[in-house]
């Protein structure tokens, strides 16, 4: 008697560890990806950073006070660039 009663337990348990994960199993879908996305939020391809450099190395002087600026603050990577891009759009 004893041991069908665990038994029993035992499979429920199971039976609602399975139902459980079968409910959370399922992730929900990404929203897709929208051009108006933050600049924060998107990577930087080598193409688009060629790009930008090439166009700011027609400014140097503005370039290496943005650089200077953004050494200060201490930014490292995308967040440096996007500083940087930032900073050379600003007159």
């Given at each position: 008697m ?14 609602g560890l399975?139902?459980?994960s079968?409910?959370?199993?399922a ?5 897709a ?5 933050k600049p924060?939020?998107?990577k930087l391809t080598m193409q688009k950073?060629?790009d930008?450099?090439?166009k700011?190395?027609?400014n140097?002087?503005?370039?290496k006070a943005?650089?200077a ?6 930014l490292?990577?995308d967040?440096?660039w996007f500083y940087?891009e ?6």
């Amino acid at each position: 008697m004893v041991r069908t009663r665990i038994c029993l337990a035992a499979v429920l348990l199971v039976a609602g560890l399975h139902a459980a994960s079968a409910q959370t199993a399922a992730t929900p879908t990404a929203p897709a990806a929208t051009t108006d996305a933050k600049p924060g939020k998107m990577k930087l391809t080598m193409q688009k950073l060629k790009d930008m450099k090439a166009k700011w190395s027609a400014n140097k002087p503005k370039l290496k006070a943005c650089r200077a600026d953004v050494k200060s603050k201490g930014l490292a990577g995308d967040d440096r660039w996007f500083y940087i891009e930032e900073c050379m759009g600003k007159t």
